[in-house]
Every structure is written in C-alpha cells, then in structure tokens.
C-alpha cells in the first residue's frame, strides 16, 4: 500500500511539472544587424520565450558559409560580403536572424546590445549649405555655401531605435510603439545626451550626437558623393519616409517606419533623410562663408540644431541642407536621432 501511494505521488509531481512548462513561442536576437571585419568574431545571443519554455535549445545556421560561419552562436567573419544568420528552436521552428556584413578593414568592437552599427565615413573637404543642387529651395538660413573640412568618423547606419532605447534605459518614450526596429521618437536633445552618457559608461567609448557639419557631409555620402539633392537619390520616394509616402492618420501605418526600408546613400546610410528628424550636437547659428575645420557650432545660443527631416514634412524639408533649430527640452513624435564615434 506505502508503494502505490508514494507511485502516486510521484506521477503527481510528474504531472505537475510537466504540466508547468509550455512551448516556446518566440525567440529573439540580441542583435539584427552586425558589421564585422575578416578574422573578428562576434557571439550573439539568443533568448527563448516564455521563461519556463520546456525546451529551449536552438541551431544556428549561416546563409553563405563562405563569408560567415556560426557555432553555437558564435560568428566568425571569413570573406567579404553579407551573410545572414538564422538561429532556430527545436521545439515549433521559430527563427531569428542577424545580417552580418564582413569588410576587409575593422571597425568597432561591439560590446553593448544598444550600441549601434557604425559606418566609417573618410574625412574629406566638402561645401557646406546651399549648393547648386538645390536649385531655388534654399531658404536663408543655408546660405551661404562655404567649404568645410572634417576629420574622419564612425555614424550610424540606422537611426537608433526604440529597442535599442529600451535596452539601455529601460523605458520607451516613443509615441508610435509599433516594433524594435522602429527609430525611437519623443526624446529631447537632453533626454539623449542622458542615452550617451549611460552608453558610453556601459561600453568605455566615446558616443556623441553628430556636429552638424559632420552629419551633412555623410549625407551627402562623404568622399564618394554624387551630388545628390537627398541623400542618396534625386528622387526622395526611394530614400525617405516623408509626408507623401507615409500613410494618413487613421490609416494603418501612419508614423514612422522601420529604419532601413529605404535605400542607403552611397556610404551604406539608412534615413538619413525623413523617417526621424535627427538631433545634432551643435548649438544653431547662422552660417558664416569663411573655410572652417571641424567646426562645432557657434559658442552661445538657446537653440540646438536638427536636421534631415521626417515622415510628416515634405520634401522640401527633406533635403541634406535644410535645416531646423529646436530648444534642447523640445521633443515630439518625429524627432529622433543618430550617434557617432571617433575611430
């Protein structure tokens, strides 16, 4: 009688336990995008849901094993070219993946989830504001055009999203919470400057909003720019989200979109016009036509500059030299930004 009776309990705390645990029902990364130079590895993480999934073993896999190759989760770049990594539950199928692009020179260490994908941008002279390209759409406030030299720097491919945001400081100001990849919205010039100090606290780096020359010289693709009106394109449907290709309010889709849905400009840049208008360092003044190096804005002033335009302005206000200044506690719902990191 004691043997059956102890039986039954056991096959009680069986039924119980199994009866606890439940079937994965997602599974994510802790990156969706990675650029790594030949010989670099990078180990991503990958994370199951719910908690108390029963099973929670995956595989990876590599879409061109012949530019990256994966082990448990570990990416070692081997060739130049994108690959795309796909990590899998064994239990209902569920993927993730990550598009890794190897290049033949290296690039950042990334140490933190919120740190973004950086593009090296070559230093080079270029003229500043209002330039034959622009036809008559420049307004006062461009002019004049006048030659600036810069020094070379890292920029983020993607305007940085509300994932990213939320990762590091745990909340999401955004407005238009509609996925991970969308570009965090509704943060001040001072609720970004609180983002690059915890980041570079978490990562020992030096992040920092781009100088406003800095961000129009890689607008305008830097040292291989061709002369574009936007970034990228003369035509701004093919690069940017603006008022005329955004849905309407009441209709599904309206607000921002997804960083990099759009083509990049010739550096490999997502959005850098429409979608967010885009936060930079500098405090806003008139522009001068003296030569200037390196350039950081004017010493005084209340105002800080934004630049690039968003998903409800229109194409006027989309072009690499328009400009915009704001105070630095103003934030709305189509303002967002982008970092750089000095090599």
Request: net charge neutral.
């Amino acid at each position: 009688m004691k043997l059956k009776t102890i039986a039954a309990i056991m096959l009680l705390v069986v039924v119980v336990t199994t009866s606890c645990k439940k079937p994965p029902t997602s599974v994510t990364l802790d990156k969706t995008t990675a650029t790594l130079a030949i010989g670099k590895t990078l180990t991503l993480k990958a994370t199951v849901l719910p908690a108390n999934a029963a099973n929670k073993n995956v595989t990876w896999s590599s879409d061109k094993s012949e530019v990256a190759v994966v082990e448990n989760g570990k990416v070692t770049a081997k060739s130049r070219g994108t690959a795309t990594i796909t990590v899998t539950t064994e239990e209902a199928n569920l993927t993730a993946t990550c598009v890794i692009t190897v290049t033949e020179t290296d690039g950042p260490v990334y140490s933190h989830p919120a740190e973004p994908e950086m593009i090296l941008v070559q230093g080079g002279t270029f003229m500043m504001g209002c330039t034959g390209e622009q036809g008559s759409s420049c307004l006062t406030n461009e002019e004049p055009a006048h030659s600036v030299t810069v020094e070379s720097f890292y920029i983020a491919k993607f305007e940085i999203t509300q994932w990213q945001w939320d990762t590091l400081m745990g909340n999401n100001p955004s407005d238009f919470q509609k996925g991970r990849n969308y570009p965090v919205e509704n943060v001040t010039w001072n609720d970004v400057q609180q983002f690059i100090s915890r980041l570079n606290a978490a990562t020992n780096k030096r992040y920092r909003l781009p100088t406003e020359a800095e961000w129009e010289y890689a607008a305008r693709g830097g040292n291989r720019s061709q002369g574009f009106r936007y970034s990228g394109s003369n035509t701004i449907g093919d690069v940017a989200w603006y008022r005329d290709n955004t849905p309407s309010q009441g209709q599904d889709g309206y607000g921002t979109q997804p960083v990099g849905t759009k083509s990049p400009n010739e550096l490999g840049i997502y959005d850098m016009n429409g979608n967010v208008i885009e936060w930079c360092g500098d405090l806003y003044g008139e522009y001068s036509g003296d030569a200037q190096q390196n350039p950081t804005g004017p010493l005084t002033g209340t105002d800080r500059v934004q630049r690039g335009g968003s998903w409800g302005q229109p194409a006027q206000s989309c072009r690499i030299t328009w400009r915009l200044n704001k105070y630095p506690t103003a934030k709305g719902n189509n303002a967002g930004f982008r970092l750089v990191l000095l090599p």
